[in-house]
């Protein structure tokens, strides 16, 4: 074997063990391919904006169609009460969908059992939910129609300040509050403000109470 071809082999060898001193140039590249960004959280994060946003329009109107007269105080929870039976069912599809993934039913897990916590935030949310509906309530003389227009906007832009403030107490931020950078408290204070401008200035709104106003009655004697 010429001198040349057999220093190519020991060299190739090295470089390449695998090939066991044989190097094929013509063997083909292959490229793992690109990884593909997960986006379901944001899916899921657009379903529930959805899902949310037309629950409080969805709910005044099924309060508004409840019976009025003596039974007007009771509107709020009759609309309430199907929510709940809406939540149980959802509860049972649930179980099914854990079956089918073949689930150990264990609610333990390294950091201790969650189930205490899981029941404390659906308190929490059927709180909520109840309150909310009160308010919708509450809010219907005023706004008639519009009532939903005027309460979710200050909901929503208020659970979002609460919720980060709650999470900055549970897990503080490195450095301690002072860390906290200036323009999130400019941001939290902008959304309580924006809240109030669309509830203030909502299209729906406007000029709710005047289309309900009953017409003026002339002070005139009758001219007969």
């Not at 190519?8 to 292959?30: Q, T, Y």
């Not at 969805?58 to 007007?72: D, F, N, S, V, Y």
């Amino acid at each position: 074997m010429p001198q040349g071809l057999a220093l190519n082999k020991v060299i190739a060898g090295r470089a390449f063990p695998h090939h066991s001193g044989r190097l094929n140039v013509f063997s083909p590249v292959v490229n793992p391919p690109p990884k593909k960004s997960n986006m379901t959280w944001l899916t899921y994060a657009l379903l529930t904006v959805l899902s949310w946003g037309v629950y409080g329009v969805i709910l005044h109107a099924a309060r508004m169609k409840m019976p009025m007269g003596p039974e007007m105080p009771n509107a709020s929870l009759k609309a309430f009460l199907f929510v709940c039976i809406a939540y149980a069912a959802i509860g049972v599809v649930t179980v099914f969908v854990l079956k089918s993934r073949g689930t150990n039913w264990s609610f333990t897990g390294a950091e201790g059992n969650g189930i205490p916590l899981a029941t404390l935030a659906g308190i929490a949310g059927a709180l909520g939910a109840l309150t909310l509906v009160l308010a919708l309530g509450a809010a219907s003389p005023i706004f008639k129609g519009a009532a939903a227009a005027a309460v979710m906007p200050i909901v929503f832009a208020g659970a979002p300040v609460v919720n980060t403030i709650t999470a900055m107490l549970v897990h503080p931020p490195e450095g301690g509050m002072k860390s906290i950078p200036l323009p999130f408290i400019i941001g939290c204070v902008l959304a309580v403000c924006g809240a109030f401008m669309v509830a203030k200035f909502a299209p729906s709104n406007t000029g709710a109470g005047a289309a309900h106003k009953p017409a003026a009655v002339s002070a005139e004697p009758a001219k007969h």
